[in-house]
Nanobody, 119 residues
Framework: QVRVVESGGGLVQAGGSLRLSCVVS????????IGWYRQAPGKERELVAL???????NYVDSVKGRFTISRNNALNTLFLQMNSLKVQDTALYYC?????????????WGQGTQVTVSS
């Protein structure tokens, strides 16, 4: 029943900025973490930024200092502010919410939003 919907992707010139949004619907009371992943053609999907329920952020080294992850208190809305974009940032960006079960976690993925950075 959990739905994850991303938005905010688009085409931007190198050095520009974009802000991605993710809305998680359904029960979010057991969300443990929520984050952004990306996948470029021919490459593995990688973690870009993750924020825990307690608000602690983590970033892949390649985006540190340029991207900022944030969320609302209910953990049902997630943002990724992307500044100083590089061509190498071009990818399909996914939002993923992780929920706690009794003995395991469950992951919920969005459909992705395309970010294309041109030179």
């Amino acid at each position: 029943q959990v739905r994850v919907v991303e938005s905010g992707g688009g085409l931007v010139q190198a050095g520009g900025s974009l802000r991605l949004s993710c809305v998680v619907s359904g029960s979010t009371s057991t969300i443990a973490a929520i984050g952004w992943y990306r996948q470029a053609p021919g490459k593995e999907r990688e973690l870009v930024a993750l924020i825990s329920r307690g608000g602690t952020p983590n970033y892949v080294d390649s985006v540190k200092g340029r991207f900022t992850i944030s969320r609302n208190n209910a953990l049902n809305t997630l943002f990724l502010q992307m500044n100083s974009l590089k061509v190498q940032d071009t990818a399909l960006y996914y939002c993923k919410a992780t929920k706690w079960g009794l003995d395991r976690t469950y992951d919920y993925w969005g459909q992705g939003t395309q970010v294309t950075v041109s030179s």
